[in-house]
């Protein structure tokens, strides 16, 4: 069978721009996906991942080190996935935590262009409070969410299809058809193609006919 191939190269992905505020993101047209996650989910390695670039997003040993929204952009035009801070658990003052989840905050709300968010959680450690501050926000707003369980090549199968499973019950019960989820390991590769797709079925709505005739594989 012939399957589509995606107009989208995710290796093609470049830096933009840095952004510490709403008012110095790139100008609000187009489509952009927003990975989010609490410090040391594995963030900034599923992008990496993703773009099989190693270098993309920075990773650090330091949670919380990247501070700013990072946008990069992708082969087609006005198309990004953004990489947003992971601030909520960072070892910095009170004052430099409110000044993230505020700038975050206005990104989210005010933000036309966004079509979805990736919430990243280490599938050992999952709904802290940072992923049900996330979760409650695409309630809210019925944001489609996709949550990609990481570091998943450090259980066995068993327990993290466990996980899987009982965190699907817990949030389709929430937000039903707008959230889905999956299991992904950077170290081992697994997963890249389901999360894509997910990906260009947010960043590619409504551009269908743009793309008909695109080569099959």
């Given at each position: ?24 993101c ?42 700013l929204?990072?946008f ?26 409110l ?36 979760t ?82």
């Amino acid at each position: 069978m012939s399957i589509k191939r995606s107009p989208i190269s995710y290796n093609s992905a470049r830096f933009n721009k840095s952004a510490a505020k709403l008012s110095q993101c790139p100008e609000d047209i187009g489509a952009e996906v927003a990975f989010a996650g609490r410090s040391n989910a594995g963030k900034s390695s599923a992008i990496n991942t993703l773009t099989n670039n190693k270098k993309l997003a920075r990773t650090s040993k330091t949670p919380g080190r990247t501070q700013l929204i990072n946008f990069f952009d992708l082969n087609i035009e006005n198309t990004r996935i953004v990489d947003l801070p992971g601030y909520g658990f960072a070892k910095v003052p009170l004052e430099m935590k409110l000044h993230w989840q505020k700038h975050l905050d206005n990104y989210l709300q005010k933000r036309e262009c966004l079509r979805g968010v990736v919430l990243v959680m280490d599938i050992r450690h999952p709904m802290k409070e940072f992923d049900q501050m996330m979760t409650q926000w695409c309630k809210s707003t019925g944001m489609p969410l996709h949550v990609l369980l990481t570091k998943a090549d450090k259980l066995k199968k068993g327990p993290a299809q466990s996980t899987l499973l009982k965190l699907k019950k817990e949030l389709t019960a929430e937000l039903g058809d707008n959230v889905s989820l999956q299991i992904f390991s950077a170290l081992k590769r697994q997963g890249i193609d389901q999360l894509s797709m997910r990906i260009d079925s947010w960043l590619l709505e409504g551009m269908e006919d743009e793309f008909e005739g695109q080569p099959e594989e």
